[in-house]
């Protein structure tokens, strides 16, 4: 079985620019999560979705962070404009829909913003 | 808002010796329970999980305890291998089926 895939696996950019992520989940995975995990701490979750659709966003900062999940598959998430307090590992995993379905994590992203 | 908690950042232990590391947690509608083990440039990898309904599930060396009424959980693993050295991670389910993440130990077993 194929795991998470994420790409880039590292991207560094300036401050006020724009930042794209990329994942694909392991195949018939209904639900797919964006973590960030800032050095020294665990993850944190910013978005779930249920197929294409947002379950949970509360920990998102739209003003700056969006994400989308178009065919129930893929996802990315963007953000823009980036800011220092950026830099972290963007986390993606994916689970199969109902009860006691543990989450598998791509390597993620590690992105720097200077 | 840290409804998982890890206190101990770091654990070292000696080969063949006992690992025990520990969770507790705030949230009371927490339902399930698991541990994720990492290593550097790796995501988080799955190790094993409880459900709210048991007080203990174990995989080989690898044995999960959970404690209810004391909000707690804790991870044995026995006997230890220099291949365990990682950081690992316990998390929780919500009632919105999201995990939260406790900020993670790094245990060290040595030689």
């Known amino acids: 079985e194929a795991g998470v895939a994420q790409s880039p696996r590292y991207k560094i950019i300036e401050k006020r620019q724009s930042v794209a992520f990329w994942c694909n989940p392991i195949?018939?995975?209904?639900?797919l999560y964006w973590y960030q995990q800032i050095l020294g701490q665990g993850p944190k979750l910013l978005i779930q979705f249920q197929n294409n659709g947002v379950v949970d966003d509360s920990q998102l900062p739209k003003d700056r962070f969006s994400a989308e999940r178009l065919k129930g598959v893929d996802s990315t998430l963007k953000i823009q404009p980036a800011k220092l307090e950026d830099s972290a590992v963007y986390l993606c995993?994916?689970?199969?829909?109902?009860?006691?379905?543990?989450?598998?994590f791509g390597n993620g992203t590690r992105l720097t913003v200077t | 808002d840290q409804q998982v908690k890890q206190n101990s950042p770091s654990l070292s232990v000696q080969e063949g010796r006992i690992s025990i590391l520990n969770c507790d947690y705030t949230n009371s509608m927490f339902d399930y329970f698991l541990w994720y083990k990492k290593y550097p440039a790796e995501g988080p990898t799955f190790l094993i999980s409880i459900s709210s309904i048991k007080d203990k599930n174990e995989d080989g060396r690898f044995t999960v305890f959970l404690n209810k009424s004391a909000k707690h959980l804790s991870l044995h693993i026995v006997p230890s291998q220099p291949g365990d050295s990682a950081v690992y991670f316990c998390?929780?389910?919500?009632?919105?089926?999201?995990?939260?993440f406790g900020a993670g130990t790094r245990l060290t077993v040595k030689p």
């Open positions: 195949s018939g995975h209904a639900t």
């Open positions: 995993a994916s689970s199969l829909q109902g009860a006691n379905s543990p989450l598998h």
């Open positions: 998390a929780a389910r919500d009632l919105n089926n999201d995990m939260r």
